[in-house]
């Protein structure tokens, strides 16, 4: 088991910046990818980016490519994602997940991730 615990969201202007952080525990080998994803109100639970535990890989969705930025701890079993020139439609719950993906191209399936945190919230206003 691993769980996963997340932190770091809040309230900002467009254009600000936030660091979300997600602290993992328990069986962490098992899992060889972390990713976040974020839902909207209303819509459906999409991909953010993710990063392969072991190398250090990183993959975006296109919509935050350039603005946001996926890294690890190792020694704090945390992951973080750094996320600047936030606009209102980043809005939503952030979700950080834990998985074991076999190939890069498969890291934005949700269906890859066994865990997930509750979640923090991440409000952007125009």
């Known amino acids: 088991q691993v769980q996963l615990v997340e932190s770091g969201g809040g309230s900002v202007q467009a254009g600000g910046s936030l660091r979300l952080s997600c602290v993992a525990s328990g069986s962490t080998y098992s899992s060889n990818y972390m990713a976040w994803f974020r839902q909207a109100p209303g819509k459906e639970r999409d991909w953010v980016a993710a990063?392969?535990?072991?190398?250090?890989?990183?993959v975006y969705a296109g919509s935050v490519k350039g603005r946001f930025t996926i890294s690890q701890d190792n020694a704090k079993n945390t992951v973080y994602l750094q996320m600047i020139s936030l606009k209102p439609e980043d809005t939503g719950m952030y979700y950080c997940?834990?998985?074991?993906?076999?190939?890069?191209?498969?890291?934005?399936?949700?269906?890859?991730?066994?865990?997930w945190g509750q979640g923090t919230q991440v409000t952007v206003s125009s």
């Open positions: 990063i392969n535990t072991g190398v250090g890989g990183t």
């Open positions: 997940a834990a998985g074991s993906v076999q190939y890069y191209w498969d890291a934005a399936n949700p269906d890859q991730y066994n865990y």
